[in-house]
């Protein structure tokens, strides 16, 4: 080995060392949460300062303090909401995986079946799901499997997309390399083929979560379900119609509260899965 | 000598689109020799040496290995290094290199000695646990080198490894190459668009020129090895090497013509 080689090999460890001691450098992590928190807490205060000194009336623009009080007092109301919404979500998003990625696997394996099953799973992402949201509230048992449907449905196309296209998108050497050393087909698609497509499984992952969660909330709107089984879209309709304004801002803050945690578990769990060896979740010294 | 390791009998290969990459492909490599398949781009040496590999077929005549066929089954003996070191990057370097055993079913503890050994063979003792992404492009050569010899090979097939590396990276990879080859006792042949670094390595250059591919002239290198620094600036290297830069220009002109 040159000395060069050793030099740089050894820079690089001691780089990478220090990286996993603290990801980034410690001012960088701080500014990343001190400034949208600060920000965060200046359109509060701007919010409840407008409130406070125009004499908005509460049924028209609660202030921050009064949105945050509803959560509280309300939360025998808003938490099992919160509950069913976040179920249907999680459900939906468990299914969308499960059914995407094995599809995505059959697709890849046969080009017939691609060829047979591909467009119809187009078909059924381009169709506006409020449009298909009625026709599946006939059909279904019961309401809350209609939303499931619907979630699902919106939920399930970027895992099959992004998967179907990672499987094929490996690198035409390594294939070759591994025909040479004469793999089976299923150790190719385990050693190969699945490592190579995490990277878009797990961007298909972060678009689902947050399409989980929109479309179980609009197909609750669509459904115009009622009663103790009812989720948050139900929740804030019902405070709109009872101009409990408190109440429906406390529903938002719940659900963009959801959807802000989804991303963040999906972007973690990206970042844990590709920070060895993925480019995007490399940080870089230049 | 006379103990083939591989043998081309009048081979064909013409692509679906239609080009015609190999026309009329007649060789044979003894074992243990060192040979280079020189030639212009486009000229079908990668083709030739992909076949040489089992990688895709023939469109005619045929391919032989009488050494595997009355050797091991299940292991094809055939190592390859590609142009680019095509490592998995989710692999550390372990991983890369036990790669061929683990295909043929060797677990991890068995293959560890083995996969150790290659590491130390092209110089990379310590760096099991490291990432492609943090090796040098030398560095992932050496992997990707060790890789094809951890299944100890008699036929290293090498698709110009060092095309991509700087040349103070690519002397020294050639010297431990020729190493490598003097003390396992491989067969190579070398696919190179350098007529300095095929006369530096092998004791055969195949010269192939293009549009069909086509062997054009074989040419003996004579010079004794071990080869080094000494043999780069002798007299009879530049006799060598003015040779084959003819016999690659003809090569080159009969495809114009």
């Known amino acids: 080995m040159t000395a060069l080689d050793s030099r740089r090999a050894a820079r690089m460890r001691a780089v990478q060392e220090d990286q996993s001691a603290h990801q980034r450098p410690h001012s960088e992590r701080v500014l990343r949460i001190a400034v949208p928190l600060a920000i965060l807490v200046a359109l509060l205060a701007l919010w409840e300062w407008y409130v406070v000194a125009y004499e908005v009336p509460h049924y028209l623009l609660p202030g921050p303090r009064l949105v945050a009080q509803a959560i509280v007092a309300d939360w025998a109301v808003l938490g099992p909401a919160l509950m069913v919404t976040l179920k249907i979500t999680f459900s939906a998003l468990a ?18 079946a691609e060829l047979a099953v591909y467009p119809y799973a187009v078909v059924l992402q381009v169709t506006p799901i409020v449009a298909v949201a009625p026709l599946i509230l006939v059909y279904a048992p019961t309401t809350q499997s209609a939303i499931l449907i619907c979630a699902f449905i919106v939920a399930f196309f970027p895992v099959l997309s992004n998967t179907t296209q990672g499987l094929k998108s490996v690198d035409h050497n390594l ?3 591994f025909e040479l050393n004469g793999a089976s087909r299923w150790q190719t698609l385990f050693l190969l083929k699945v490592p190579s497509a995490l990277p878009y499984f797990l961007t298909g992952l972060r678009i689902s979560g947050g ?32 101009l409990n304004m408190p109440r429906l801002f406390a529903g938002l803050v719940l659900i963009s509260a959801a959807g802000v945690a989804i991303f963040a578990t999906t972007s973690l769990i990206s970042h844990l899965l590709l920070r ?11 | ?53 089992g990688l895709g077929e023939v469109s005619g005549g045929a391919i032989r290995w009488p050494r595997a066929e009355a050797g091991r089954v299940g292991q094809s003996g055939i190592g390859f290094v590609f142009q680019e070191p095509t490592l998995m990057p989710w692999a550390s370097v372990f991983s890369n290199v036990w790669l061929p055993l683990r295909l043929a079913g060797t677990s991890k503890r068995v293959a560890r000695h083995e996969v150790m050994d290659a590491l130390s063979l092209v110089g990379l003792d310590g760096f099991a646990g490291a990432y492609p992404r943090e090796l040098s492009g030398g560095m992932k050569m050496r992997v990707s080198i060790a890789r094809a010899l951890v299944t100890r090979p008699e036929l290293l097939l090498m698709d110009e490894p060092f095309g991509a590396l700087d040349e103070i990276t690519r002397f020294k990879l050639n010297d431990e190459l020729l190493q490598l080859w003097q003390s396992l006792g491989w067969t190579v042949i070398f696919v190179t668009h350098s007529v300095f670094e095929s006369v530096y390595l092998s ?29 780069r600036s002798s007299v009879d290297y530049g006799g060598y090497c003015r040779q084959v830069s003819a016999a690659l220009h003809r090569a080159m002109e009969v495809r114009a013509a």
């Open chain 1, 95 to 112: 299914l969308a995986l499960v059914g995407g990625v094995l599809l995505a696997v059959i697709l890849v394996q046969s080009r017939w």
């Open chain 1, 175 to 177: 294939l070759n390399l």
């Open chain 1, 211 to 242: 399409l989980a969660l929109i479309a179980a909330v609009v197909a609750e709107f669509a459904a115009g379900s009622a009663g103790a089984q009812s989720g948050l879209a139900f929740r804030i309709l019902e405070a709109q119609f009872r």
């Open chain 1, 276 to 286: 060895r060896w993925h480019e995007s979740a490399v940080a870089r010294e230049n």
């Open chain 2, 1 to 53: 000598m006379t103990s083939p390791s591989v043998v081309f009998d009048r081979v064909d290969k013409t692509f679906s689109n239609g080009t015609v990459a190999l026309k009329d492909v007649s060789l044979t490599v003894q074992k243990g020799e060192f040979v280079s398949l020189l030639g212009p781009s486009g000229c079908g040496k990668s083709t030739a040496l992909r076949l040489a590999a």
């Open chain 2, 203 to 231: 004791n055969r250059i195949l010269v192939m020129s293009a549009r069909p591919g086509r062997i054009t002239a074989d040419i003996p290198i004579d010079a004794p090895y071990p080869r080094d620094e000494s043999f």
